[in-house]
């Protein structure tokens, strides 16, 4: 690669900080960035190299030799020590790494995350930002379109914990506007209702916003995970007989267990019947709605007050990548404006409708909206619908291989979306009584055998309990890296029984 930059002629690299950007600083980001070129995307997406290399806590400490000293460390020690951070971190583009709702590396967001990095701005004002701003409302107003906001707007957070708080924080302004100046101190206790199954985001959102655990009630779910109508509307009643406040219903499409999509249109009649805010959490299976094949999965979205939907997930932007959608234009801003004066002037000399920080919570942001931006700008629509459907045509055909595999049982007969669960049953269990002690031992099986294939570095797959329906630690794989093919699908399943045909 060439090298960055060099200083123009005559022009003096000395400033007097050990920062600057003389040609050995420049020489020294263009080694990091070859070894992460080679290293961390090309020899970290090799289906014969190790997903991770595995140390346990003490024993990285060491590796890593974490102590800071007085003196600089050399541009060899500095260089030894980003070899040691890619080589003993997990290596999320790899294919055979499928234990979280994330995965992948699209270089063309990976680019435009270099690109915000090394500009390095705040993205709370149009003057500080100017590129990023228009970006972003620009990707807000496709995704609004998207979900069939038609005067909607929204912005970018960090995450979908912080979208589903927002959400939640719209939802007690929408009840009473007065909150934002006196407080909850005089108001009856309000009440925020999930699927069983919703994200312990639901929880957080709760606990820092003052509503508290109590008051977040659990709706029960149906056998494929979807919230059932009449408990949600029997809770709603029963709030009301205790003289609390139902105030929201976040509503989920892409559960993160089980992938399962919530019933929209039902959800927002209840809402309405009620007067509460109706939130969806689409962090994960809101992917769906690029694809024409599958949005049909987020039937009833454009009856919600507000969306969150992490890009970073299903579409594979570079973490972190989170939409924060509101179907009534300027709600976010009537909610969250604080008209802080160093930052959002009305006398300047732009457009400061341009000033979108005031509608946010956080003063500092990155400019996430750019990351998915390019990377959608180089694909295009049919790019990205295509990225979606792959998953899950892939999904359903992992569905097909483990329900005609020995030993490997479903959770589920089908999946909504590209989550897929399952048991592995080793030999010595097969045709055995189903009893409590049965189970306790299929329970031991998947955490045996994850902490093989971690030990190893061959592979990374979830697992988990789900208490709420009784059942044992399973398996999850999430389906997303657009690497994956049909032959990879096939090893996972075989190594999965190579790794426990004995326990």
Known sequence: ??????????????????????????????????LICQAALCEGTDRQNKVLEFKHPQQLKELLELHISDDAASKEDIMEICKKVIKYSVKTAHPYWCNQLYTGVDPYSLAASWITEALNTNQHTYEAAPVFSLVEQHMIQKMCSLVEFDDGDGMFFPGGTMGNMVGIHLARYHYDNNIKKS???????????????????????????????DNVVAVKTDGIG??????????????????????VLVATSGSTVLGAYDPLDECAVVCKKYGMWMHVDAAW???????????????????????????????????????????????????NSL????????DKFYDTSY?????????????????????????????????????FSLARYMEERLKATEG???????????????????????????????????????????????????????????????????????IANPLLTTSDIDYVISHIHDKGKDL
Request: aromatic share 10%.
């Open 408 to 478: 490997f049982r479903l959770v589920l007969p089908d999946f909504q979306c590209t989550n897929v669960c399952f048991w592995y049953i080793p030999p010595r269990l097969r045709g055995q009584t189903e009893s409590e002690e049965w189970w306790l031992e299929i329970n031991q099986i998947a955490p045996r055998i994850k902490q093989c294939m971690m030990e190893e570095g061959s592979m990374m797959i979830g697992y988990q309990p789900l208490h709420c329906h009784g059942w044992k630690n399973f398996f999850r794989i999430i």
């Open 339 to 346: 008209k802080a004066d160093y930052l959002y002037q009305k």
């Open 1 to 34: 690669m060439d090298n960055l930059c060099h200083p123009k002629d005559g022009a003096s690299t000395k400033t007097g900080s050990s920062t600057s950007f003389d040609s050995a600083t420049l020489s020294m980001l263009n080694e990091v960035h070859s």
């Open 285 to 335: 299976g809101g992917g769906a709605l690029v694809s024409k094949k599958h949005t049909h999965l987020c039937k009833g979205i454009k009856e919600a007050d507000s969306v969150v939907w992490c890009l970073h997930k299903m579409l594979g932007v570079q973490l972190q990548c989170s939409a924060m959608l509101v179907k009534k234009k300027g709600f976010l801003l009537e909610c």
């Open 183 to 213: 407080g909850m101190f005089t108001n009856q206790p309000l009440v925020i209702f999930t699927s069983q199954e919703g994200h312990y985001s639901i929880k957080t959102a709760a606990n820092l916003l003052g509503f508290g655990l």
């Open 355 to 391: 000033d979108y920080g005031d509608m946010s919570i956080q003063c500092g942001r990155k400019a996430d909206g750019f990351k998915s931006w390019l990377m959608w700008k180089a694909h295009g629509d049919l790019g990205m619908e295509a990225r979606v459907d792959s998953a």
């Open 226 to 247: 979807c919230i059932l109508i009449q408990d949600l509307e029997e809770k709603v009643q029963l709030c009301l007989k205790e003289n609390r406040i139902p105030c």
